[in-house]
């Protein structure tokens, strides 16, 4: 049985997920020797342009790529050492991957979008949850007629309803208008405080990672915190 914590919660730098000297590439080189750690109750952002490879560094941290080079670490277990059904036991039961094409299921309403994430997760639909990203009025519509924003929230709310424990987000409020978006970053931050997870986000919008606690740039290779934004 795996612990929903991974470890002791007790501080706030208590690492949740830990990842040492990662290098990936596909047809060139996208990264070399980064490490990045995320710890409980801290909400991490990494920009970085479009092609620098901040997206195949969540992909990495979710359990769904594996590094050319390097380790990630949930709690001291080794995730890509861990058996295939183990890895898929933590990605179903404890991870929450907001995607940036939503991949939400096009021949279906918004409800049944919801009640899927809900049956998985065992979790009940939370009433407040429609309400705070503004689904609340299209549950019976069909994926299809919605907008993008639209799909947007329903990505996100679908994600909330499975109450993970850690929330990987990618470009997430990038259909959003500025208003929305922060609005629906601020519900997610506070799930995540209330529950002692965390969440990683990349994204290129610098005004969305200013509300993260730590803040990393991906540039020609590396990994290097961002102290201050302008």
Known sequence: MINKTFSNTSTFKNPLIEAKNLSHSF????????????NEKEIVAILGVSGSGKSTILHILSSLLKPKQGEVFYGNKSLYNLPVEYQTKIRREYLGIIFQ?????????????????????????????LKK??????????ISDLSGGQ?????IARVLTK???????????????????????SEMIKYIKSINGTMLIVTHDENIAKMSDTIYRLKNKKLSQVHELS
């Not at 096009?106 to 997760?121: A, D, P, Q, T, Y």
């Not at 799909?151 to 990505?155: D, E, K, L, P």
């Open 27 to 38: 047809d060139y080189p996208l990264f070399e020797d980064i490490s990045i750690t995320l």
């Open 151 to 155: 799909q947007q929230r329903v990505s």
């Open 101 to 129: 094409s939503h991949y939400l299921f096009k021949g279906f309403s918004v409800k049944e979008n919801l009640e899927i994430s809900s049956l998985i997760s065992k979790e009940e639909i939370d009433a407040s949850i």
């Open 163 to 185: 109450k993970p424990k850690i929330i990987f987000a990618d470009e997430p409020t990038g259909n959003l208008d500025s208003k929305t978006a922060k609005e629906v970053m």
């Open 133 to 142: 990203t503004g689904i609340e009025n299209t549950l019976n519509q069909n």
